[in-house]
Every structure is written in structure tokens, then in C-alpha cells.
């Protein structure tokens, strides 16, 4: 019975000091080439003011961040449409741990997509301060 207690009472107190991954204010950030992509992320995140600094320089990054886009053209009756799907996600260098993920779909716009993948961003930021 103490064992089963004493297991209990470890399983517990691990789960208790589980911290949801943070990104740190005032952190820097490169972000990996993304055919163009990762120009519309780095306008977004000066738009929405995400208190985080792009650096140029990989080395001096605290965080990595990746994305991919995908365009489709569906047909229409008229025009075809033009469908935008992108993937973000922002990695801790030093642990390599994946500590923000995102995906949108938007509308003809890759601005649009990145805005949205960067507005998920400053709002977990928020959450998680």
C-alpha cells in the first residue's frame, strides 16, 4: 500500500512541475529560407509587434523557425481558385524541442496565410508568458 501511495504521490508531483513550453521575450529568431515565405513571416511579426527579434545569422538565434507553403488551384466555374496552406513551426536551438506549431489555410493571399500563422504565435506568446 505505501509503494502504490508512493508511486502515486511521484506520478503526480511529475505532472505538477510539467511546464508548458515558453518562448522568452526579447528572444531571437532566424528564420529557415522558405521560398519567400519567411519574408511575408518576418513582415508579420513587425505588423503585429511579437516581441521577438530576427536575426540574420542562424548561430545567434535562440529559436529556429521552418515553414512550408502549398498552393493549389481548384477548378471553378468561372476562375480557378487559388488555395494557400502554410506550416510554422518554432524550435528551441539549444534543445532542439518543437515549442510552437501552426498550420492555416487562406484564400488566394500568402500574406494573409503568414499574418495568420504569426497572429496564432503572438497569441500563444500572450497565454504563455
Known amino acids: 500500500m505505501k509503494r502504490a501511495f508512493a508511486f502515486v504521490l511521484l506520478a503526480f508531483s511529475t505532472i505538477a512541475l510539467a511546464q508548458v513550453p515558453q518562448i522568452k521575450s526579447g528572444a531571437t529568431v532566424y528564420f529557415e529560407p522558405a521560398d519567400g515565405f519567411e519574408i511575408f513571416l518576418a513582415g508579420a511579426m513587425i505588423e503585429y509587434k511579437v516581441p521577438l527579434v530576427v536575426v540574420t ?73
Open 57 to 129: 545569422d542562424k548561430d545567434k538565434a535562440d529559436y529556429i523557425i521552418s515553414s512550408t507553403t502549398h498552393e493549389d488551384q481548384l477548378p471553378s466555374w468561372s476562375t480557378p481558385y487559388t488555395y494557400i496552406s502554410a506550416t510554422f513551426r518554432v524550435e528551441d536551438k539549444g534543445s532542439s524541442q518543437v515549442v510552437f506549431a501552426a498550420s492555416t489555410s487562406k484564400n488566394y493571399n500568402i500574406k494573409a496565410a503568414a499574418q495568420d500563422c504569426v497572429w496564432q504565435l503572438a497569441k500563444y506568446m500572450k497565454k504563455h508568458k
